[in-house]
């Protein structure tokens, strides 16, 4: 099996979770779509280390894993705190940062 | 001590004195202490000259040059300049003029400027005046010269507008400052000319090398002599840039008497006589400086006849005789030169202090036409004016008789066109004597004006504080002339300068006197070694039938002034009403005030309001700083655009950014 | 083999279906379920790579652990329906165009002549590659430091999900919530113990 093969899908994961990210407007789903983005990086990590037969590209992906799981409790422990507060869940109202 | 260990102390002296008195250490400086200070400095800044003088003459004739440098400014390359003096005979002969006539003048300040509120700052201001005037003259090289040339010029500004609460006083120490300026530029540039050519700054080797590189009348060397020419007319108010000496009698009497008759003014003709071997290799300059000095002397003498300010009249007789001293010096006759400018010292000094005193017995009034009959009241003024008249007038065996009409002498000797100017130079003392007499008689002959009978009564006329120009009333305070006035007749300082100065007047000429004695020439010669016209002085007998031609003017000049305005008063007048036009003329100083300010003032101060409203104002206000703040605006305002607070917005650029980097890879590895 | 083959294509095509579902589905809980089918499909696409250790972390972890997270959250919150057509924009009409842009250049990468070390048949591993037992090996011996910072950052995570979720004193004693619209929150009497106050 080509290895090629699996990063050509993982390429094209990563764009769908890139415009997923860009193009929705709930937070939650924003966070989903990063997560495709993460795993999509995660194909392509194994895919390399089956590819060299070194095992390195695995734990790599096996600490993407841990990181991912840190961002979305974080993420979502965000979105709890704005339904606490009765803000609205749309990103696009969160712009205090504007300059 | 060594001839220029004295030297040092001439500058010292003065210098302590300045900052002494400016910093009042003798505890509050009440009275007249200050006065009484400034005069010791001066008195041993005249000590030590005459110790530098002993010490000079017992060095051998080829070796009086004694050269001794503090510090080195600057060694660079080929450059070297030292803070060094240069004690010489030329160098001494000055120092003692200038301290000893200054000395007679601090004492007379003493009593003259009494009651002032600005006394203290007066004589601070004195005293630095005639330390800059002492470092000048015995700095050794043009650096040490200029700095000099600079601080007498800043010396001048800061006392013609000593009551600088007059607006006519600061007015006018302004454009004495301006035309300074000039002269200043003149002679910076005249000595990088110098230093770019023969590698050095310092005079000795200035002159040295001036020979070997300089061929005759070699243009850079005529153009650096020109441009010291211009320092020299400058500061000595010779045509055309003159005419910031009468308006300079706004300064107090003491003032005009030291700064603008007997030293200051004549630093250009000492400058001229210093560097004497440039101009004898550039002789066309020499001749400008002939030819200039004859014409400043004819003019001034002609205004001086008509113009009725007291003060103004002397000073206008002084442009005239350093037109002769400058005529002198650039026809080579420097010892006649130099000699004229010490007798021209004594003389024009004690005229100043009579005219001093005259004006405070008129309580503050300075116009002749005001005046009269103050034979009777002032004696001791009247005999000492008179004294100075005579010698001005060149009246036969005074002292401006013997310099006055060797310089003439020699200007014949010369032949060529010369002898134009000699003759220029004849008239010009007919109209002297004319002139000198005219303010003798009108001052002290007729019938005494009211202010006279007072004083004969025994107490001074007194007038409402005002402006003796424009009459406008002032008050007493600092920065205006106090309200008390001095005459000799009261004072003894003021007599005990008067009158040495009037001895000096009368029998100082008996030094040099052709064929008697000639104490300096003999002096002076070691400094004029190496002059080529050495061997064309005139001859004894030539210079006393020069002498007995000038004396016969100055006695007929008399005899007119006499007959004017003694024996049948009013001719003038009449005269002046058959010439209107003429005595106009003469009375607006032949309107070079108003020809610069057509020619220089006017576009001047045009081209600076243009250049405020709209250079400044429209162009680099509004376009280059506006621009600027404006360009930075909207860049920052295009950049904030970018900051909208939106996650997504972010994200996209974050995007783009990865995009373009693979993109860079790619393109790169392909 | 052609059995991989098969195998790659099926769980390849289950993959990007359950992104594209992420992405284009409306309503959140949908988009959650879409995730899922991707994460298992991912699993099985590392069985074929031989990562056996991770498509199993893969399944408990992501699929188990984080997904059920998300789904808890989803019904807490309550995500309404975003609107069918998206609406237009720079970024909507942009940011898909990007994401394409990422998604060729890569490809181009991928199977142009850029990447020339791609040695596209896989090198020859052992038969306990990519086994718990070597994973583990690995990540107490060589890969030491990571394991810790990661278990460390998993805990910083944990402090920091509790913190942010906290409930905001402040705001109930001032009755901004109540101007702001918010249910008013059951009083809790203020515990003797210092509590830590975070400014909204």
């Not at chain 2, 009086?64 to 080929?78: K, P």
């Not at chain 2, 120490?173 to 301006?178: E, L, N, Q, S, W």
């Not at chain 2, 020619?599 to 250079?615: D, E, K, Q, S, Y």
């Amino acid at each position: 099996m080509d290895i090629t093969w699996f990063l050509v899908l993982s390429a094209f994961l990563f764009a769908i979770g890139a415009a997923g990210v860009l193009t929705r407007r709930n937070p939650l789903v924003v966070l989903l779509c990063l997560e495709l983005m993460l795993n999509a990086g995660n194909l392509a990590l194994v895919a390399f280390s089956r590819m060299h037969g070194g095992q390195a590209g695995q734990v790599f992906a096996l600490i993407v894993m841990v990181i991912a799981a840190c961002e979305v409790v974080i993420g979502l422990g965000i979105i709890v705190a704005m339904y606490r507060n009765r803000l609205p869940i749309d990103i696009d109202e969160m712009s205090e940062l504007r300059g | 001590m060594s001839g220029t260990s004295y030297g040092w102390l001439v500058l010292a002296f003065p210098l302590v004195g300045t900052l002494a008195i400016a910093f009042g250490w003798l505890g509050g400086l009440r009275g007249r202490t200050a006065g009484w200070i400034a005069s010791g400095a001066i008195f041993g800044a005249f000590l030590s000259a005459i110790g530098a003088l002993i010490q000079l003459q017992d060095q051998p004739e080829e070796s009086r040059s004694l050269v001794d440098s503090a510090w080195t400014y600057v060694a660079t390359g080929d450059v070297k300049v030292d803070l060094a003096i240069l004690v010489d005979p030329l160098s001494v002969f000055m120092c003692l003029v200038v301290s000893g006539v200054s000395f007679l003048i601090h004492v007379y300040s003493v009593a003259y400027m009494g009651g002032d509120r600005g006394y203290t700052r007066f004589f601070a201001y004195l005293n630095f005046f005639v330390f800059s005037m002492l470092l000048l003259v015995l700095a050794s090289n043009f650096v040490l010269l200029i700095v000099g040339w600079a601080f007498v010029g800043a010396a001048s500004y800061l006392l013609i507008s000593f009551w600088y609460r007059r607006e006519t006083a600061t007015r006018a120490g302004i454009k004495a400052f301006v035309i300074n300026v000039i002269g200043d530029v003149g002679l910076v540039v005249a000595a990088f000319l110098l230093l770019d050519q023969t590698g050095a700054l310092d005079y000795a080797g200035v002159f040295a090398q001036a020979d070997h590189v300089f061929g005759h009348n070699d243009g850079t060397l005529v153009a650096a002599c020109l441009l010291i020419l211009v320092g020299a007319f400058a500061k000595s108010a010779q045509l055309p840039l003159h005419t910031w000496l009468p308006d300079a009698m706004e300064g107090p009497t003491p003032v005009s008497a030291l700064i603008h008759a007997a030293t200051m003014v004549t630093a250009g003709v000492y400058l001229i006589a210093r560097t004497h071997p440039l101009f004898e290799l550039a002789p066309a300059a020499a001749d400008v400086g002939a030819i200039i000095g004859t014409a400043t002397l004819v003019f001034a003498a002609t205004v001086a006849v008509a113009v009725t300010d007291l003060k103004r009249t002397i000073a206008y007789s002084t442009i005239s005789q350093i037109g002769y001293m400058v005529l002198g010096v650039s026809v080579f006759a420097y010892g006649a030169g130099m000699f004229h400018l010490m007798t021209h010292a004594f003389f024009k000094a004690l005229l100043f202090m009579g005219a001093g005193s005259v004006i405070s017995a008129m309580g503050g009034i300075q116009d002749m036409d005001r005046m009269g009959g103050f034979r009777k009241a002032m004696p001791f003024t009247f005999a000492a004016f008179t004294a100075g008249a005579l010698a001005l007038a060149a009246f036969p065996f005074t002292s401006g008789f013997f310099s006055k009409d060797e310089i003439l002498a020699f200007t014949l000797e010369r032949g060529g066109w010369y002898v134009v100017l000699a003759i220029a130079g004849y008239a010009g003392a007919a109209l002297t004597a004319f002139y000198a007499f005219r303010m003798v008689f009108r001052v002290f002959y007729g019938n005494p004006v009211e202010e006279a009978r007072e004083l004969e009564q025994g107490h001074i006329a007194h007038h409402p504080p005002s402006n003796p120009a424009t009459g406008e009333p002032e008050d007493t305070d600092v920065g205006f002339p106090a309200e008390e006035h001095h005459i000799a007749e009261r004072e003894w300082p003021m007599r005990a300068a008067m009158g040495p100065l009037a001895v000096l007047a009368l029998l100082a000429g008996v030094v040099q006197v052709p064929g008697v004695s000639d104490v300096i020439e003999k002096f002076l010669e070691p400094t004029f070694a190496d002059s080529h016209f050495h061997d064309t002085a005139p001859s004894d007998s030539s210079e006393w039938v020069g002498l007995l031609l000038g004396g016969l003017i100055s006695v007929a000049g008399i005899a007119a002034a006499y007959h004017a305005y003694v024996r049948r008063r009013g001719i003038t007048l009449q005269l002046r009403d058959r010439f209107p036009r003429v005595h106009a003329f003469l009375v607006n100083k032949w309107y070079f005030d108003e020809l610069f300010e057509a020619l220089f003032v006017r576009p001047v101060a045009t081209a600076g309001g243009f250049g405020r409203a709209v250079i400044e104002t429209r162009f680099v206000q509004g376009f280059i700083v506006g621009g600027a703040t404006g360009v930075v605006r909207v860049g920052s305002s295009l950049a904030r655009a970018v900051q909208t607070g939106y996650l997504r917005a972010y994200a996209l650029l974050l995007l783009l950014g990865v995009a373009l980097l693979i993109l860079y890879f790619l393109l790169a590895s392909s | 083999m052609w059995f991989e083959q098969v195998l790659f294509f099926l769980a390849g095509a289950g993959a990007l279906a359950g992104a594209l579902g992420v992405v284009v589905v409306r309503n959140p809980f949908y988009s959650v379920l879409a995730l899922v089918v991707h994460l298992l499909a991912l699993a099985v696409l590392f069985l074929l790579l031989h990562a056996e250790f991770i498509a199993a972390a893969q399944v408990v972890v992501y699929a188990g652990a984080v997904m059920v997270l998300y789904i808890f959250v989803v019904a807490y919150i309550g995500g309404a329906d975003e609107p069918l057509r998206p609406e237009g924009g720079v970024i909507n009409s942009f940011g898909p165009l990007f994401a394409a842009a990422i998604g060729v250049e890569l490809c181009v990468a991928f199977i142009a002549s850029g990447l020339e070390a791609l040695d596209t048949r896989g090198a020859d591993v052992g038969a306990g590659f990519g086994s718990p037992a070597e994973i583990g090996r690995l990540l107490l011996t060589r890969f030491l430091v990571p394991f810790e910072a990661a278990s460390y950052l998993l805990l910083v995570a944990a402090v920091g999900a509790v913190v942010l979720a906290r409930r905001r004193r402040g705001l109930e004693d001032i009755g901004a919530l109540e101007e702001v619209g918010a249910p008013p929150d059951r009083k809790e009497p203020p515990s003797a113990e210092t509590t830590l106050e975070v400014r909204v």
